[in-house]
C-alpha cells in the first residue's frame, strides 16, 4: 500500500507526479498496466492522464470514480486514491455550517486570502494548530 505523508514543506519540481499521480503509477504498475491501458478503459487520452497527474491539469471531476471502477479497485485502495486526488487539487473549499456565523466567515475568508503569503513557518504552525485537537499534531 502506499504512503500518501509526503514532506508538506518540498515544493515539486516542474512535470513531477502530484500525489495523485504517484498513486495512479502505482496501481498500474501492480496491475501490470501500461498508461495507454487504462486510459483505454476511461475513455481518456494519455497525454491528458499524463498532464492531470503532473497537475498541469486538473483532476476531471469523474475521473476518480472512472478509475475505480475500470480497474475494479477494492475500498482501501479507492480510499488511497480518492485521498491522493484531494491532496493533489488546486482549489479547496471551506465548508461552514449554515449557521457560521459573522467571525467564522471573516477567519475563511482570511485564509482563502492570506494562505499563499504564509511563510513554510506559519503553514506548519497554523497546520500543527488545527491538527492538535484531532490528535494527529
Known sequence: MSNLNHDPHKKPSKGALTPFGVECRRIRK????????????IGMTPGFLSQVETGAKAIPDDLVGKLISALDLPKSEAELLEEAAALSARDFRIRLDRHAGYDDRRLARAIEIGFAKLSDSKKARLYKL??????NG
Open 30 to 41: 501492480e496491475k501490470g498496466l501500461f498508461m495507454g491501458d487504462v486510459c483505454e478503459r
Open 130 to 135: 488545527l491538527n492538535e485537537d484531532n490528535g
